[in-house]
Structure formats: structure tokens, C-alpha cells
């Protein structure tokens, strides 16, 4: 099956700080999407993509198929940004979601 | 409108106990997925659902999990002869179709279980 890897496990940053996530996958998708999963536990949808550049608000993303990664842009991050943030693929040949292990943000003022 | 939710938000069971969990999708999504997330990883697909059939349940870990979908709406995971490895939270997603386009995946909230 896809494998998929994150990149930085974790990452501590201070209020204002821009930061870069990366989301690796090892074959072919046709669905990408970036979770935040916020302190209570719920996957909070950030980004559809699975290819090209979205933006919204302090936050971007780009998915490279070709190259099969994905980087996920927070700008100018807030303490409400801290949690654990989750790309998750999905192949042509199935419908299911493959999760990365998710990078640890914590963000201090 | 209203998310996926599930219910109950938490479930505290004894070894050995029948559980079900409920997972009420979006309105107007055909597709449901249950996913089942442990401490400190990211979720992993447990079964999918398109319309009142399963049609995708690699993921269940044995035949002690089961679930159906019988209206094509909401769904109830089922967990017999519970064991103190199936606890963690069990989350519920919807889509508005499985397959290709528009298969953007919305979660619910979760259910914690927990086997003493």
C-alpha cells in the first residue's frame, strides 16, 4: 500500500513564526487532504488537494503529484495553531484514507 | 449544517462485553468510512461504506468488528468479545461520494473507548 511520511515529527515554534510541513507518499493519489487535529481530538479539514495551490487565510498548501509530496505553509503562527497536524492519501484503486504520523506543532507566546 | 457525529462521546466497557457505536453522517453523503486512531499515531481505515453496502472492509483487524449501514445513512460499528487492545478512539467520516471527485472526507468527533 501508499506510505506516507511526515516531516518534522515535531516542532516548536514561538507566536509569529512562519513554518513549513511536509507529507512525502510513495505512489500515485487522487485524494490529499491536511487535518489539524486540535487538542480535543477532532480532525478539523484544512486542505483538499490533491494537486496544485491552495490558500486560506495564514495557511497554503501545494501538492506536487508529480513529485509526490506535499507542503503545508502556516504563516505567522498563533497558539491556536498548536495541535497535531495529519496528511492523509488516498490511491486510485481505493477509496480509504492512508494517514501519516502527523507533526507535533506547539506554538508559544 | 450539521457535521458527522457520533455517539456516545465516550465508552467505558469490561473485557469480554458487546459494544456498538454510532456514526450519523452528513446529509446527502453517500460514502461513510469508520477509521480507528491509538495514542500517538495517526488513524487507520477500519471499513467503507457506499450506500447500505460495505464495500471495502479490509481494514477490520477480525471477525469480532462488524458494521452496517442499513438505510444508507447512518451507521453502527459493532464490537463483540471486547479485548483491552480495542481501545481507542473510533472515528466516523462521510463523504459526498466514495469514489474519484468529491471524495473530500469530513470526521466526526469521535468515540473514546475504553476496555478495562
Known amino acids: 500500500g501508499i506510505q506516507v511520511e511526515q516531516s518534522p515529527p515535531d516542532l516548536i515554534l514561538q507566536e509569529g513564526a512562519n513554518s513549513t510541513l511536509r507529507c512525502n507518499f510513495s505512489?500515485?493519489?487522487?485524494?490529499l487532504q491536511w487535518f489539524h487535529q486540535n487538542p480535543w481530538g477532532q480532525l478539523i479539514n484544512l486542505f483538499y488537494?490533491?494537486?496544485g495551490t491552495k490558500q486560506n487565510g495564514r495557511l497554503s498548501a501545494t501538492t506536487v503529484a508529480t513529485e509526490r509530496y506535499s507542503l503545508l505553509y502556516i504563516s505567522s503562527s498563533q497558539t491556536t495553531d498548536s495541535g497535531v497536524y495529519f496528511c492523509a492519501v488516498g490511491g486510485y484503486n481505493t477509496d480509504k484514507l492512508i494517514f501519516g504520523t502527523g507533526t507535533r506543532l506547539q506554538v508559544f507566546p | 449544517g450539521a457535521g458527522v457525529s457520533q455517539t456516545p462521546s465516550n465508552k467505558v466497557t469490561e473485557k469480554g462485553k458487546y459494544v456498538e457505536l454510532r456514526c450519523d453522517p452528513i446529509?446527502?453523503?453517500?460514502?461513510l468510512y469508520w477509521y480507528r486512531q491509538s495514542l500517538g499515531q495517526g488513524p487507520e481505515f477500519l471499513i467503507y461504506?457506499?450506500?447500505?453496502?460495505?464495500?471495502?472492509d479490509s481494514g477490520l483487524p477480525n471477525d469480532r468488528f462488524f458494521a452496517v449501514r442499513p438505510e444508507g445513512s447512518v451507521s453502527t460499528l459493532k464490537i463483540q468479545r471486547t479485548e483491552r487492545g480495542d481501545s481507542a478512539v473510533y472515528l466516523c467520516?462521510?463523504?459526498?461520494?466514495?469514489?474519484?471527485?468529491?471524495?473530500?472526507?469530513?470526521f466526526g468527533p469521535g468515540t473514546r473507548l475504553t476496555v478495562l
Open positions: 461504506f457506499q450506500g447500505t453496502g460495505a464495500a471495502d
Open positions: 505512489d500515485s493519489v487522487n485524494n
Open positions: 446529509s446527502g453523503h453517500t460514502a
Open positions: 467520516a462521510s463523504s459526498l461520494k466514495g469514489t474519484g471527485l468529491q471524495n473530500e472526507q469530513f
Open positions: 488537494i490533491p494537486s
